[in-house]
């Protein structure tokens, strides 16, 4: 049986923060992709690392600006 392996496309956010008791916490999450034929983009070929690179690093920054409205809504309440 013939493997495949892809090359990865990766880009790693990390949101760090103080709970209510001071302490510094942090969660880390791996934003990921892999450079392969069945993951087309809009035109339907074969998308390049620079456009996967664009779509996981938007990925990233929607996370961590949710995780500081989370973050800021549970601080207000």
């Not at 495949?4 to 760090?16: I, L």
């Not at 008791?21 to 998308?47: H, L, S, W, Y």
Request: no cysteine; glycine share 4%; charged share 30%.
């Amino acid at each position: 049986m013939t493997r495949y392996v892809f090359q990865e496309v990766s880009v790693k956010g990390v949101f760090r923060w103080k709970d209510a008791d001071g302490k510094p916490r942090q969660e880390t999450r791996k934003f990921m992709q892999t450079i392969n034929p069945f993951n087309k983009n809009a035109r339907g070929q074969p998308k390049s690392h620079s456009e996967i690179m664009a779509e996981i690093r938007s990925e990233r920054d929607l996370w961590l600006l949710q995780r500081k409205n989370d973050l800021a809504e549970a601080n207000h309440v």
